[in-house]
T-cell receptor
Framework: DSGVTQTPKHLITATGQRVTLRCSPR?????VYWYQQSLDQGLQFLIQ???????AKGNILERFSAQQFPDLHSELNLSSLELGDSALYFC??????????????FGQGTRLTVV | AQSVTQLGSHVSVSEGALVLLRCNYS??????LFWYVQYPNQGLQLLLK??????LVKGINGFEAEFKKSETSFHLTKPSAHMSDAAEYFC????????????FGSGTQLTVLP
């Protein structure tokens, strides 16, 4: 158990809909990272938050947004869903702002299926 | 931009044989390098990391990796494969200058044959 909790574990929704994925980082970790894992794109970094502030952006679509709340949990919002958004979405957390040298702990992921 | 290339999307070894998973990196500065393992229906677990200390890094479950700057490589090895090592392995790189994200390789699926 990494200590990072993601809910829900599975999500099935229709195209055009909006969903929210939730992540609770390990106790004491201030950084939260979101990654998307799909068969064709592999593991792609989406976005990072550190202590409530956005710190880095990767290949995140404009239809996607995220935030980190004062209690440090984070939510990833996916809207106007398309079939191609079906993927495994991972949250990771670490103590520092950057992953350099600092271990990132990954949650078990949310498997999103868009039908 | 930094990147990693994992040679071989699928590797099969017999139980008890040497495991060698290859990773080459591309980075303009000496990077931080990581190996992660993903078991079916699980998240990623850190096996080991290189952060410019010793070039030979020992990780969990008997794995180790050697950072070779001249070859821009960070191959993962284990002397004797066990059935429980069957999983997908990811090499990742992080730029110390702006170490806010991991860039992952495409992964290598390791199969261990009885």
């Amino acid at each position: 158990d990494s200590g990072v909790t993601q809910t829900p574990k599975h999500l099935i929704t229709a195209t055009g809909q909006r969903v929210t994925l939730r992540c609770s980082p390990r106790s004491g970790d201030l950084s939260v990272y979101w990654y998307q894992q799909s068969l064709d794109q592999g593991l792609q970094f989406l976005i990072q938050y550190y202590n409530g502030e956005e710190r880095a952006k990767g290949n995140i679509l404009e239809r996607f947004s995220a935030q980190q709340f004062p209690d440090l949990h984070s939510e990833l919002n996916l809207s106007s869903l398309e079939l191609g958004d079906s993927a495994l979405y991972f949250c990771a957390s670490s103590v520092d702002q950057g992953l350099g040298g600092t271990e990132a702990f990954f949650g078990q992921g949310t498997r999103l299926t868009v039908v | 931009a930094q990147s990693v290339t994992q040679l071989g999307s699928h590797v099969s070894v017999s139980e008890g044989a040497l495991v060698l998973l290859r990773c080459n990196y591309s980075s303009s500065v000496p990077p931080y390098l990581f190996w992660y393992v993903q078991y079916p229906n699980q998240g990623l677990q850190l096996l080991l990391k290189y952060t410019s200390a010793a070039t030979l890094v020992k990780g969990i479950n008997g794995f180790e990796a050697e950072f070779k700057k001249s070859e821009t490589s960070f191959h993962l090895t284990k002397p004797s494969a066990h059935m429980s090592d069957a999983a997908e392995y990811f090499c990742a790189v992080s730029d110390p200058g702006s170490a806010r994200q991991l860039t992952f390789g495409s992964g290598t699926q390791l199969t261990v044959l009885p």
